[in-house]
Nanobody
Framework: VQLQASGGGLVQAGGSLRLSCTAS????????ISWFRQAPGKEREFVLG????????SYADSVKDRFTVSRDNAKNTVYLQMNSLKPEDTAAYYC????????????????WGQGTQVTVSS
């Protein structure tokens, strides 16, 4: 599976962005997709994830009630809607895929897209 992340940019605090993760290759519905982020000098951290059918999601506490994940299996795409953005959300955002179960551990993921930068100004 090849993953392509897009949609990053510069936004003011309180604003919104929508990231997309589009897959090609192996059957998309075989793959759990999660988003991770990494800020300079920090470890990569789990943001949220969605299972293969889209019926189960998991969120980091830091983004609950602000970020939403969804997937359109017909378009081989997972969306990350980010609202009420804060400067601390500034990071490179990565989408990742695994054929197993939804996990918050980066090491569990087999497929990674390139990062897309999100910068939130105060």
């Amino acid at each position: 599976v090849q993953l392509q992340a897009s949609g990053g940019g510069l936004v003011q605090a309180g604003g919104s962005l929508r990231l997309s993760c589009t897959a090609s290759g192996r059957t998309f519905t075989d793959v759990v997709i999660s988003w991770f982020r990494q800020a300079p000098g920090k470890e990569r951290e789990f943001v949220l994830g969605i299972n293969k059918s889209g019926g189960i999601t998991s969120y980091a506490d830091s983004v609950k009630d602000r970020f939403t994940v969804s997937r359109d299996n017909a378009k081989n795409t997972v969306y990350l809607q980010m609202n009420s953005l804060k400067p601390e959300d500034t990071a490179a955002y990565y989408c990742a895929g695994v054929r197993g179960y939804l996990s918050k551990q980066a090491g569990a993921y087999e497929y990674w897209g390139q990062g897309t930068q999100v910068t939130v100004s105060s």
